[in-house]
């Protein structure tokens, strides 16, 4: 039987790919978000099914994986697999994956099963291309068993100065549940109020990871005390110690996986995602080193493990996550959070703590004026309809903000620079001056 192999990063098909005529024997190569630790049990099993067919993994974060397949796919994936909804939106909006015919769908009975689940339960739109939902997630924090900080229960309490340096999240142009997380309260809460609670958050933070792995990994270490995160990767890693909370209100976000264009091996990626998709691919989903809500109502109903918070967020048709908002704004609101957020973030923490250290010395003797200086630090300038504006989110080759920006996009990045940093200006400039008069005794 061939074994598995695994090839990471700029060493990855170095050689000379020819495509060969779809087939069940040869090679299934699978791009993927995705841990080791998730990925490795699924495509053991697939060999072990087709023992004449070897598996090839390439893990990147999402981002990353989302700009290759938009670049054509020049190293021919088969499948991608991912937990963020809107990437696989962008994706479809460019033509990267096969199209759901009969060829296909006779490949992939379960399928239409997990397509009719997902439109019932999550009010999705229905795709005519071959991606589909396996597994749904949610954003919350994890935080250490061994942290003697109180558990925070709603999304307000990590607002609390109690977990200044105490929190870490990744940067979403680098992380595409991250990317979820901030489309959440966008979405949830509204543009403006939303990017308030995300530019006040960023007072509490210690660091922005490069990946969301980054922020398991740093509450594990005692790096930071808590970490926003989906729900499987804190729950995979329950034998360090991770404890979880869901985030209220619960905005359910299902998982899929496709079958990419340009491949040279549909039909063995056919089979793979049906194998994912069976019960056996499903029963998966439940051990502990994955910990991942499956797709299938009759087998979440059936899991003790599953939070019934899951299932009871599914009732609620009226909060659906919109992955097509979230996929014509992409690269805007992952560079609006860089802009204003992941690159000031520095500037931002130290007029949080000032502006707290001076409203706890003094009472109610500046209220208005640091009320003003709160404002200013949460203030959004840039509206939702810039944000949505076309020339910004649909060049073919700049889909996400790991890639060169075009001239258009480098004059908004500047303006949008400048607005954060004079935003920030005004905050200091007020603050210095109600800090000179208290140590002046006025």
């Known amino acids: 039987m061939p074994g598995l192999l695994f090839f990471l990063l700029a060493i990855f098909f170095t050689f000379s790919l020819t495509p060969t005529k779809a087939n069940p024997t040869g090679e299934l190569r699978i791009l993927t978000s995705m841990p080791r630790t998730f990925f490795e049990p699924f495509a053991q099993a697939f060999e072990d099914l087709y023992p004449q067919i070897s598996v090839v993994v390439l893990n990147k974060n999402t981002n990353a994986a989302v700009a290759e397949i938009v670049r054509g ?5 088969d499948v991608f697999w991912a937990s963020s909804a809107e990437a696989f939106a962008v994706l479809n909006s460019q033509g990267a994956f096969l199209e759901y015919g009969d060829e296909v769908k006779n490949l992939l009975p379960r399928a239409t099963i997990a397509q009719n689940q997902l439109q019932n339960q999550l009010s999705a739109q229905k795709s005519l291309s071959a991606f589909f939902p396996f597994a749904l997630s949610s954003i919350g924090w994890t935080q250490n ?72 990994d740093g509450v594990i270490k005692q790096r930071f005390d808590i970490g926003i995160t989906l729900d499987f990767l804190a729950q995979s890693r329950r034998e360090n110690g991770l404890l979880f909370s869901y985030g209220r209100p619960l905005m359910v976000m299902p998982a899929q996986i496709g079958l990419l264009s340009g491949g040279n091996s549909s039909e063995a990626a056919a089979r793979f995602v049906e194998m994912v998709l069976s019960n056996q691919g499903q029963n998966l989903l439940l051990i502990p080193q994955i910990s991942r809500v499956p797709i299938l109502e009759e087998l979440r109903d059936a899991s003790p493990e599953i939070s019934s918070k899951i299932n009871n967020a599914l009732q609620l048709s009226w909060q659906p996550y919109d992955a097509l908002l979230a996929r014509d704004r992409y690269w805007s609101v992952n ?46 300038p840039i509206n939702e ?28 990045l500047t303006e949008w620079t400048k607005q ?15 800090e000179n008069g208290s140590n002046n005794g006025q």
């Open 145 to 216: 068993q061994a942290s003697s900080l109180p558990r925070p229960y709603q999304w307000e309490d990590l607002l609390n100065p109690i977990y200044v340096e105490k929190i870490g999240m990744a940067a979403p142009s680098r992380s595409g549940s991250t990317h979820m997380f901030v489309e959440r309260f966008l979405q949830v809460r509204g543009w403006e109020e939303g990017w308030a609670y995300l530019l006040e958050l960023s007072g509490n933070l210690s660091t922005i990871t490069s990946r969301s792995f980054g922020v398991i």
């Open 385 to 412: 309809a810039t944000a949505q504006d076309p020339m910004l989110n649909d060049d073919l080759t700049r889909i996400t903000a790991l890639a060169a920006p075009t001239d258009f996009q480098r004059s908004i």
């Open 335 to 380: 560079a609006i959070f860089d802009e204003f957020i992941t690159f000031q973030l520095p500037k931002r923490k130290s007029l949080w703590r000032r502006v707290r250290e001076l409203e706890t010395a003094n009472a109610g003797d500046f209220a208005s004026q640091i009320a003003e200086i709160k404002r200013l630090l949460v203030q959004m």
């Open 420 to 434: 954060a940093s004079e935003l920030l200006e005004q905050a200091d400039e007020i603050l210095s001056l109600l």
């Open 73 to 77: 796919n020049p190293r021919a994936f």
